[in-house]
């Protein structure tokens, strides 16, 4: 597609359950990054895809956190057993460069309940 | 580690000219880039310095220091739409962006 497509836009959960949020990257990009933005906060770096090496996921906040790209092209950040601090925007971004030039998908808002 | 220091609030009027700042601790360096937010919407990319010295584009410059870890965004003839977050990141030796705190600037008329 034209642009990074992030899904769902809008995530509510209860308290323990698990959620998946997906990615769809610019087609040809193959760095494919995920952030969290809390409440007027800064871009927290999550985790690094860049091609077919492994990834770098020196941001994950705890092992409840996971991710994974299938074929280099759409990635799936899973949150398990999900807390109140876990509510934030979770932001997809692809580049045809590593660390330049990223394009952000709009984000997946979550909240946890 | 690698760290950004940018101001939180910045407060300027329409046609005026402001310097948005940073300063950076990184292990490796390469690039500091530029990118705006407005208010619910995604982070747009506005630019990348490599090099020292200034980068124009349009309205917008962008300048770097490598020596003094350092560098600014100057936004001129300021418009209200130029309203919004404004965040430095750097490119460091694990080839990802970190990202400072972001700048809130604020365009009155």
């Known amino acids: 597609g034209a642009g990074v497509s992030q899904s769902p836009s809008n995530k509510v959960t209860e308290k323990g359950k698990d959620v998946e949020l997906r990615c769809d990257p610019i087609s040809g990009h193959t760095a494919l990054y995920w952030y969290r933005q809390s409440l007027g906060q800064g871009l927290e770096f999550l985790i690094y895809?860049?091609?077919?090496?492994?990834?770098?996921k020196s941001g994950l906040p705890s092992d409840r956190f996971s991710a994974e790209r299938t074929g280099g092209s759409v990635s799936t950040l899973t949150i398990q057993r999900t807390q109140q601090e876990d509510s934030a925007v979770y932001l997809c971004?692809?580049?045809?460069?590593?660390?330049?030039?990223?394009?952000f998908g709009s984000g997946t808002r979550l909240t946890v309940v | 580690g690698q760290s950004l220091e940018q101001p939180s609030e910045v407060t300027a009027v329409e046609g005026a000219i402001v310097q948005i700042n940073c300063t950076y601790q990184?292990?490796?360096?390469?690039?500091l880039s530029w990118y705006q937010q407005h208010d619910g919407g995604a982070p747009t990319f506005l630019s990348y310095n490599a090099l020292d010295g200034l980068e124009e584009t349009g309205r917008f410059s962008s300048f770097l220091s490598r020596s003094d870890s350092y560098g600014y965004l100057l936004l001129q003839e300021l418009q209200m739409k130029d309203s919004a977050s404004y965040f430095c990141?750097?490119?460091?030796?694990?080839?990802?962006?970190?990202f400072g705190t972001g700048t809130l600037l604020a365009v009155q008329p």
């Open positions: 971004a692809s580049s045809f460069e590593a660390g330049y030039g990223y394009t």
């Open positions: 990184t292990s490796g360096f390469y690039g």
């Open positions: 990141a750097v490119r460091g030796a694990t080839n990802k962006l970190i």
């Open positions: 895809f860049q091609g077919n090496s492994a990834p770098d």
